[in-house]
């Protein structure tokens, strides 16, 4: 029969469109997952759950599509974040407040403000992945990725050890003047460090890293 015969040369574009659709629809469940945004308005902080992508700095669309929350400073704890947060700030005092000393691995930092930001050192716990929007988005966004995770381990995990045995730990620094204006977003990685505390004297966070542990340290600069 003719009819069935033209019918098999379309068959490699209905697998591909399959594995498209698949693809397709993989991505759409992906973005519908709830992500956290946290902004900051005239001292107030928001703590939202949103499903949609909301464009940088657009307060009241955020308002208007996700499940905020208003947070008090004086009730906020360090938390972790097992899934992407998005963070808009305006100062550095605020985006100290939320984000020193927080163990977050994928983050997206967007700047809303405009006055220039003052040179301050962030520490964050097992970032992996960092997006960058500066200045009210006169600059495309840029990335670093510090680390990525090997198929055997969990996603969200935090604790990965090397082949000694030991655990690795990733701290990053963010120098907070990066946001100020057009240069490229670096990071620079030190491996294997026993002691922050003596490979970084200049650091002067002594009192947070304990010397004496079992534990191999990452630490990355990102400026
Ligand atoms: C924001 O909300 C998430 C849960 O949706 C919570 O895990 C996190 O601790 C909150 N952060 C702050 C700063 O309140
Ligand atoms: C982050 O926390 C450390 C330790 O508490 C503190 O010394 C440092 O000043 C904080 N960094 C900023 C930018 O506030
Ligand atoms: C660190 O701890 C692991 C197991 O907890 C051990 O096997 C390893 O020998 C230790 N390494 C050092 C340098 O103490
Ligand atoms: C890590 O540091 C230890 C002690 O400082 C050293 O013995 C070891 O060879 C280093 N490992 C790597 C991979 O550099």
């Not at 994928?106 to 809303?112: A, M």
């Not at 003052?118 to 992996?128: D, H, M, N, Q, V």
């Not at 620079?188 to 922050?196: L, R, T």
Request: some cysteine.
């Amino acid at each position: 029969d003719a009819p069935a015969f033209p019918a098999l040369s379309f068959w490699p574009a209905l697998i591909l469109a399959g594995f498209l659709g698949i693809h397709i629809t993989g991505s759409f469940v992906r973005s519908q997952k709830n992500h956290t945004l946290i902004f900051t308005k005239e001292n107030t902080i928001r703590n939202c759950s949103c499903s949609a992508d909301i464009r940088d700095c657009d307060y009241c669309l955020a308002n208007l599509m996700c499940n905020c929350k208003t947070v008090l400073p004086s009730t906020m704890e360090k938390t972790t974040y097992n899934s992407h947060l998005t963070i808009w700030f305006t100062d550095t005092s605020v985006l100290e407040m939320l984000l020193n000393f927080t163990r977050v691995w994928d983050l997206k930092l967007s700047f809303c403000g405009t006055a220039p930001l003052p040179t301050e050192y962030l520490a964050i716990w097992g970032l992996r992945k960092l997006r960058v929007k500066k200045v009210k988005g006169r600059f495309p966004e840029q990335s670093v990725t510090i680390y990525s995770s090997s198929s055997n381990e969990k996603e969200n995990s935090l604790a990965v050890h090397n082949k000694d045995r030991q655990m690795l730990v990733y701290i990053s620094f963010l120098d907070t003047s990066l946001f100020n204006g057009y240069s490229l977003l670096k990071s620079y990685s030190v491996e294997n460090v026993s002691s922050i505390t003596e490979h970084f004297p200049s650091l002067l966070y002594s009192d947070v890293f304990s010397t004496s542990d079992n534990k191999s340290y990452v630490v990355t600069f990102i400026y």
